[in-house]
């Protein structure tokens, strides 16, 4: 079985909290394009070095035959289109060769690109941040508007969220939306979780932080036949929330 690991995973290999000697050996941890973006711009590689260094070595020990390269909108849409090609090896090419000098033991920070390297972090954490304000702002706007009302059933509200979900796949592809006939059983985890975390943003009961946006669409990666392996229990309750606790990978 294909298990997709959320970053912290990584972390807590490297660091020797997880014994990976009890993950079965027909059990493949896969690594991804979110972790790999989140590596290749995380402050802790100014101030945690160590503990970052043997975060990305184990994730490219344990998955470097098998990588997840596509973002995860990128995968959805070739979940049905699996011809559909867009080029961001520009991008992914530079995080993947600048990962893997950090795995490999190459120091890549004098005192000069330390400054810029806490640019780019600050600037794409900004980019992170403007997304959950947006989230936010809209959550607390629909939570003082059905104040009183009765809400709609989970059932009734897949069409909104399958609505957005393909807007947010529309943007990898001028603007085309996901086909009509789309199977969304494969997606099942992803759209149910989506929709449980909107739903308790907009109770009020919970805040979306800039780093929610990689542990959720982390779940895009999960299809029927693979589990997302996890310690964030703010997730792991939203997994088992939206009913899809049976994705859940338990070491």
Known sequence: MDIICDTNIWYNIGSGNIDTSTVSSTDKLIGNYNNIDEFAGTINLLYSPDKTTKAIQAMYQFSQNHFLLDP???HIIKLHKPNFNIDLSEHTDFMIEFTTAIANGNTFLDEQKEDEFKTICEERKQKLQNLTNV??????????????????KKADRIPSIRNLISTFASEQRGGEHLAPEYDWTKIELFENAFLDFLINLEKGAI????????D???LAYVQPDK??????????NIINNAGMSKYLYDN
Do not use: H
């Open 72 to 74: 995860p909108f990128t």
């Open 135 to 152: 989230y936010n702002s809209e959550a607390e706007r629909i939570r003082q508007e059905i104040k009183g009302k009765k809400i709609k």
């Open 207 to 214: 805040k979306s932080t800039a780093n929610d946006w990689y």
């Open 216 to 218: 959720l669409f982390l």
């Open 227 to 236: 589990k997302v392996w996890t310690k964030e229990k703010k997730w792991i």
